[in-house]
């Protein structure tokens, strides 16, 4: 029997460039989309690579989480947590959009506490260099303990940089080094009172099997009734413990992202080259005094074409209303008083307007 293809799984949101990359690496036209639920089920394809031969690529759903909120993110959730999962993979490609960063690692930092050799792809780097930013990629390879590359699947780029890396996870795997919390040592304590799984599996993924226990097929000898004695003994509040480590978790990448995201200073915007003009030591002052001129201008000049015009406007009108109406004190009040007064207002509105817009 031929030796089964290591399994490696693109990961990440929904609309991440997850799909166009597999295409690119299999050879295939999936579907691609731009919004999110295109890739309801996960796809598999034969990636071949120079350095390391053939690997069996999975495009899986996309996901914001392991905590799934829907079908498209159970089915990642559990090939990424059943270890008796024919896709469960070797290494993990987890595919990020460069251009919403921050909102994009929070699956990414729960694979990371997993244990899986994984790669951190940024994705969509021509829009975001067109925007004008910058990734500092070694402070977030610094941070982050795995292998970081930055590509442009429609622009081809760093595809083989990122192929180079894959072949090193498979041959070399790095598991990231994992902060374990307090949460997770009691999941450790707790998970340990179920029984003797085969092959202690890493604490974080325990903590995961006890959140999704209700639906996920460990195949493993664990009645759901130890289960759940075990739960309620242990005084286990899912919804509680994923709320706290959810809000950790992004404040850690609120940071993280802050830090490792910048403008490029040689990248102008429009605002940019506006200001370079305007706030120029010789330009600024001149461009200030015509403007001034202008408004000048504007004030005593041209402004008493419209105030003459709202003047004679007037003046027809209350000339027109004393020849129709009876010579009285009211048609006086109408004529010189409200009329008068309301053109002489419109006046200085006018002239106000002219001064300030
Ligand atoms: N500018 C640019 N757009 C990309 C790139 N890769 C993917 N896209 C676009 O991003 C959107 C989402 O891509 P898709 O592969 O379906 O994402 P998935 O949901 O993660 O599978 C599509 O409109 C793609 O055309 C890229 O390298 N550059
Ligand atoms: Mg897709």
């Not at 295409?23 to 036209?29: H, K």
């Not at 999975?58 to 909120?69: A, E, M």
């Not at 992202?257 to 001149?286: E, F, R």
């Not at 009040?333 to 002489?344: E, R």
Request: hydrophobic share 40%.
């Amino acid at each position: 029997m031929s030796e089964r293809l290591k399994n490696v799984a693109l990961a990440g949101n929904p609309n991440s460039g997850k799909t166009t990359l597999f295409n690119l690496l299999t050879g295939s036209n999936n579907k691609v989309g731009n919004f999110p639920g295109v890739t309801v089920d996960r796809v598999s394809g034969i990636a071949e690579f120079s350095e390391c031969g053939p690997v069996r690529l999975i495009d899986l759903p996309g996901t914001y989480s392991l905590f799934p909120n829907s079908g498209d993110e159970r089915i990642t959730t559990e090939v990424l947590i059943n270890p008796n999962h024919p896709d469960h993979p070797e290494v993990v490609i987890y595919v990020a959009d460069a251009n919403h960063l921050d909102r994009q690692l929070l699956a990414f930092s729960q694979i990371l506490d997993l244990g899986y050799p994984t790669i951190l792809v940024l994705s969509l780097i021509d829009e975001f260099e067109e925007a004008g930013n910058l990734l500092d990629l070694e402070y977030l390879h610094k941070q982050l303990g795995v292998q970081v590359v930055a590509i442009s699947s429609r622009k081809r780029r760093n595809i083989d940089v990122l192929k180079n890396a894959v072949c090193q996870e498979l041959q070399h795997p790095v598991h990231p080094p994992r902060k374990i919390k307090e949460l997770h040592r009691d999941a450790l304590k707790m998970l340990g009172e179920i029984g003797q799984v085969e092959n202690p599996p890493n604490l974080y993924l325990r903590w995961l099997w006890a959140h999704h226990h209700d639906w996920l097929k460990l195949n493993i000898s664990i009645s759901e009734e130890h289960w759940r004695k075990s739960l309620e003994d242990n005084q286990f509040e899912p919804l509680k413990e994923q709320v706290e480590e959810t809000f950790s978790r992004l404040n850690t990448l609120e940071d993280l992202v802050k830090d490792s995201v910048k403008k490029d200073s040689k990248a102008q915007t429009i605002s940019d080259k506006v200001d370079a003009v305007i706030t120029h030591w010789l330009w600024g002052p001149i461009i200030f005094a015509v403007l001034m001129l202008f408004v000048f201008q504007a004030i005593f000049a041209w402004a008493t074409y419209p105030m003459d015009l709202i003047e004679t406007g007037f003046g027809i009108l209350g000339h027109w209303l004393r020849n129709v109406l009876p010579p009285s004190v009211l048609t006086n009040l109408l004529t010189d008083g409200i009329l008068s007064g309301l053109s002489g207002v419109m006046v200085l509105f006018r002239r106000l307007q002219y001064y300030f817009f």
